[in-house]
């Protein structure tokens, strides 16, 4: 009799976690015009304008919106980089970063 068994086969991939996200956060302020913002979103966050004055509108209504969701580093340079364009054109306009939980 032929003793020969099959040893289980053993996965030796490491398990790789997936990034923790973070939200890119929108804050209305009252001096920003509303177009500029739309413009900031369908730039910095390709939007279509629809979606853009949508979020708008949620901010605008109330005082937050999240914009999207990216991982860390992603969601930081897009809040920054939104933030600035702003600032370059003389608006108070602040987009934040949060974790997702």
């Known amino acids: 009799m032929d003793e020969t068994r099959l040893k289980p086969r053993v ?3 490491p398990k790789v ?6 939200k890119v956060i929108l804050i209305n302020d009252d001096f920003t015009p509303r177009e500029f913002v739309v413009v900031i979103l369908k730039a910095e966050f390709r939007m279509s304008e629809d979606e853009a004055h ?10 937050v919106c999240v914009v999207a969701v ?15 364009m702003a ?14 939980e």
Do not use: C
């Not at 949508?54 to 005082?63: C, L, P, Q, S, Y």
């Open 11 to 13: 996965d030796t991939r």
């Open 17 to 22: 976690q997936r990034p923790h996200l973070h």
């Open 54 to 63: 949508k979020v708008m509108i949620t901010a605008h209504r109330r005082g």
């Open 70 to 84: 990216f991982t860390r580093d992603v969601a930081e340079t897009k809040a920054t980089r939104a933030t600035d």
């Open 87 to 100: 600032r370059s054109k003389g608006y108070p306009l602040l987009f934040t970063t949060e974790p997702e």
